[in-house]
């Protein structure tokens, strides 16, 4: 219940009236129960409105950390000189799930594929910042032992800046050695991805559509697994490892 008098404070607004009613002994006298309907009525879209705040905050701050995002069940990395049209991204993600398993056991099979293309041939001031934030950001993936496989189009180059391409064992090369022998096969010698039906990307360049095989671009690619000089490492590091040896045929 309401007291009424309170309802009449509601249009005249006297504040010393609404203390002297909140003292009298008609409000003091009201059940608990009562006391708690009386609050509620007049601060409910108070609570309702700071829950619903609370809740958008909190959902801005999950998606921020990825807390909200089914973890995938492994991450490959592209690092290239130009990025990859994302019809292309979709294609890899769909191959490499479909030989791939539920490695975390979540009731799905989800792939990850992360850009890192440097521009280093570009003149242009944008692309040259762009590569250079892909390039840092790369360094973090490789820190966090976040991808597993590596997709380059120089593996050389990558194996002389970073040296993290396994040896056939899996184990990293000695310090002298920055070689890719026998690290990485070549997309069109992997059977396992190569035969598969990757469809065609389009892409928009100064309002033509240019389209072509998925297959034909990535065919010149190479693929090759990381080794670790730590403790850390990645998600399902053993299934990944089995599936490394189905890509190469082991």
């Not at 056991?105 to 989800?110: A, E, L, T």
């Not at 194996?159 to 920055?178: I, M, V």
């Not at 053993?238 to 490394?244: G, K, P, V, Y």
């Amino acid at each position: 219940m309401r007291i009424g008098n309170i309802d009449d404070l509601e249009k005249t607004g006297n504040s010393e009236d609404l203390i002297r009613i909140i003292q009298s002994e008609e409000y003091k006298n009201l059940s608990k129960s009562e006391k708690r309907k009386n609050w509620w009525h007049y601060y409910k879209w108070y609570v309702i409105c700071g829950v619903i705040l609370f809740g958008i905050v909190c959902d801005l701050i999950g998606n921020a950390l990825g807390l909200w995002q089914s973890s995938p069940d492994l991450q490959v990395a592209y690092v290239g000189e130009t990025v990859l049209p994302q019809d292309t991204i979709t294609a890899l993600e769909n191959a490499f799930a479909s030989i791939a398993g539920d490695f975390n056991g979540d009731g799905k099979v989800i792939v990850r594929i992360n850009q890192y293309a440097n521009n280093s041939q570009s003149t242009d001031t944008d692309a040259a910042y762009f590569g250079t934030a892909s390039e840092i950001t790369l360094i973090g993936d490789i820190s966090d032992c976040e991808s597993y496989f590596f997709l380059m189009d120089d593996p050389d180059s990558f194996q002389r800046t970073h040296q993290l391409l396994a040896c056939p064992d899996g184990s990293c090369p000695d310090k002298t050695d920055q070689s890719t022998d026998d690290k990485v096969i070549l997309w069109s010698d992997c059977s396992a991805l190569s035969e598969l039906d990757l469809g065609s990307y389009a892409i928009n360049v100064f309002g033509q559509s240019i389209t072509g095989s998925n297959q034909e671009l990535l065919s010149g690619l190479y693929l090759g697994r990381r080794c670790f000089y730590t403790d850390t490492r990645t998600d399902n590091v053993e299934q990944c490892s089995a599936l490394w040896d189905i890509l190469t045929n082991k």
